[in-house]
């Protein structure tokens, strides 16, 4: 019965570890990201179906941008000017990246990064979670607006 018990504990604390993003994983987060859902503090959460704009990231040496782009028809991505800088640092071992914009400072951390999943909890403990986004493309190549 001992055996059992603490073969349950074993699993149970095996199963709740998350690999937790590290720096060799930063360039798996650049490319579009499209939210999936968000957990808050108090444990509600709300899952987004839809969405108009996907997050865009490129980090090369630690230092880059992210910025929202709005995906056409086309397969295209509507932008503008504004971006936020980032710049990534991994701190007691974890994913750290440092935002600004000429408004603000801000600290988030890199909880997951894998090819196809992202999960980025702020400094409020919101967790945003994403899926890797594709250009839609509903248009034939040879019918692209010019």
């Not at 987004?48 to 704009?53: A, K, L, P, T």
């Not at 040496?61 to 990534?88: C, H, I, W």
């Not at 890199?110 to 945003?128: A, P």
Request: contains cysteine.
């Amino acid at each position: 019965m001992k055996k059992a018990l603490y073969l349950l504990f074993v699993l149970v604390v095996l199963s709740s570890c998350q690999p937790s993003a590290k720096l060799a994983d930063l360039p798996k987060i650049n490319g579009y990201w499209e939210i999936t859902s968000v957990e808050f503090p108090d444990g509600n959460h709300k899952d987004y179906r839809i969405n108009e704009s996907f997050d865009f990231f490129e980090i090369k040496n630690q230092k880059g941008y992210r910025k929202k782009v709005m995906p056409q028809l086309d397969g295209t991505f509507l932008t503008n000017d504004l971006s936020e800088s980032v710049s990534a640092l991994e701190k007691d071992g974890k994913l750290i990246l440092s935002c600004q914009t000429p408004y603000a400072q801000w600290q988030e951390t890199v909880l997951t990064l894998t090819d196809q999943e992202l999960v980025i909890e702020n400094d409020s403990h919101k967790k945003y979670h994403y899926k890797k986004a594709q250009p839609i493309n509903l248009i034939p190549n040879e019918q692209k607006a010019k």
